[in-house]
Each structure stands twice: as structure tokens, then as C-alpha cells.
T-cell receptor, first 109, second 111 residues
Framework: DAKTTQPPSMDCAEGRAANLPCNHSTISGNEYVYWYRQIHSQGPQYIIHGLKNNETNEMASLIITEDRKSSTLILPHATLRDTAVYYCIVRVYTDKLIFGTGTRLQVFP | DVKVTQSSRYLVKRTGEKVFLECVQDMDHENMFWYRQDPGLGLRLIYFSYDVKMKEKGDIPEGYSVSREKKERFSLILESASTNQTSMYLC??????????FGQGTRLTVV
């Protein structure tokens, strides 16, 4: 069973921030939170991951709550090319990488 | 550039055939994965390998086997292909807790 819960779909206006939530209430202390996205007909693409601190890279920011039971992926200025399915995954680094059904983000002009 | 290469982009096979899907990575990663993706079902893990000759079943291993004789190569085997194995197959590799890299996928059609 997937260990995360995500909304099935979200919309975002181009140029605005897209905030994608993820619940992982059963996360254990040594599990990381990973985000991937999949643009239609391509293999999934890694975005970012974190353990307990907030993380930022050139693609996105990851905000993890203090109790680690939920997180938010932030795309600061969404573009049409960010339209994709976004997957939130929790795993120990030596463990299987299990995808849920993700959130379908539609960015509109 | 890191690379995960799947041997075929499109494949058509007949029911009952033995099918080999090959995946090669050039990053010296210890972890490799095989997934299948079907509309409405997302990516489902078939098998996972964390080292040469080591493997673990994923969520849907029935009808599949795998082989990892060398670190860079992970093969998915359909012993007797069936029409319900028509799908997109994706291979990935990762090193420790770093990100996984995916191949472009093989779209297999079993007729």
C-alpha cells in the first residue's frame, strides 16, 4: 500500500505558485520524502527530497511539517510545462520506491 | 549525463512468447527497479534489485521474473506473455538515498 495521500487533481494559473500537499501520517524516523513528476508519455523525473528540514533547489521547494506527517511541494512560478502528474513518496533509501496515484496538476494560461 | 537505457521503445510480441526487456545504467547504481504503468493505475513496482543477484518482489510480480547478473544490467522476463501484460514498462536506477533515474520506457503490446 502507498504510504502517502495526495489530492487527485489541482489547477494553477501560469505564473502563480503551485502548492501540492501530501499526507504521510505513518512516516517513520528514517524515511525520506521524495517528489517526482511525470509529464505525459515520459519517464518520471526527480524533483526534490528531504528528511526533516525544508529543502530548495532550482526546480522547487519542499516544506515538511515539524511532526513530519505532511509536506508541501511548491513550484514558485508555475509554467505550462509544469503540467504533469506529481508523486509524493516516502522511503528508506535502501527500500523499494513505491508510487501512489499522484496529483494531476494542470497549469492554465 | 546520467543514463538509463531500455533496449526497445516499442515491442510487439505474440501470446505465449518468452519476452526479455533489458535495462542498462551507466552510473554504477546498486538499486534498480522495474515498473509497469497502465491508465488509471499509476506506476506499479514489479521487481526491485538492491545488488547483483539480489532481488525483491514488488507489488505485482506474478507472471514476471528478473535477472541481475551484472551491476549495470537488470532484465525483466515475461516467461509466457499474455495479453494482460500489454503495458508501458519503465526501468529505473538509484544510488542510496539519491534520486532515481528512469528510462524512457518500453511500450509492449502482446497480441
Amino acid at each position: 500500500d502507498a504510504k502517502t495521500t495526495q489530492p487527485p487533481s489541482m489547477d494553477c494559473a501560469e505564473g502563480r505558485a503551485a502548492n501540492l500537499p501530501c499526507n504521510h501520517s505513518t512516516i517513520s524516523g528514517n524515511e525520506y520524502v521524495y517528489w517526482y513528476r511525470q509529464i505525459h508519455s515520459q519517464g518520471p523525473q526527480y524533483i526534490i527530497h528531504g528528511l526533516k528540514n525544508n529543502e530548495t533547489n532550482e526546480m522547487a521547494s519542499l516544506i515538511i511539517t515539524e511532526d513530519r506527517k505532511s509536506s508541501t511541494l511548491i513550484l514558485p512560478h508555475a509554467t505550462l510545462r509544469d503540467t504533469a502528474v506529481y508523486y509524493c513518496i516516502v522511503r528508506v533509501y535502501t527500500d523499494k520506491l513505491i508510487f501512489g496515484t499522484g496529483t494531476r496538476l494542470q497549469v492554465f494560461p | 549525463d546520467v543514463k538509463v537505457t531500455q533496449s526497445s521503445r516499442y515491442l510487439v510480441k505474440r501470446t505465449g512468447e518468452k519476452v526479455f526487456l533489458e535495462c542498462v545504467q551507466d552510473m554504477d547504481h546498486e538499486n534498480m527497479f522495474w515498473y509497469r504503468q497502465d491508465p488509471g493505475l499509476g506506476l506499479r513496482l514489479i521487481y526491485f534489485s538492491y545488488d547483483v543477484k539480489m532481488k525483491e518482489k514488488g507489488d505485482i510480480p506474478e507472471g514476471y521474473s528478473v535477472s541481475r547478473e551484472k551491476k549495470e544490467r537488470f532484465s525483466l522476463i515475461l516467461e509466457s506473455a499474455s495479453t494482460n501484460q500489454t503495458s508501458m514498462y519503465l526501468c529505473a536506477s538509484s544510488l542510496g538515498r539519491a534520486e532515481a533515474f528512469f528510462g524512457q520506457g518500453t511500450r509492449l503490446t502482446v497480441v
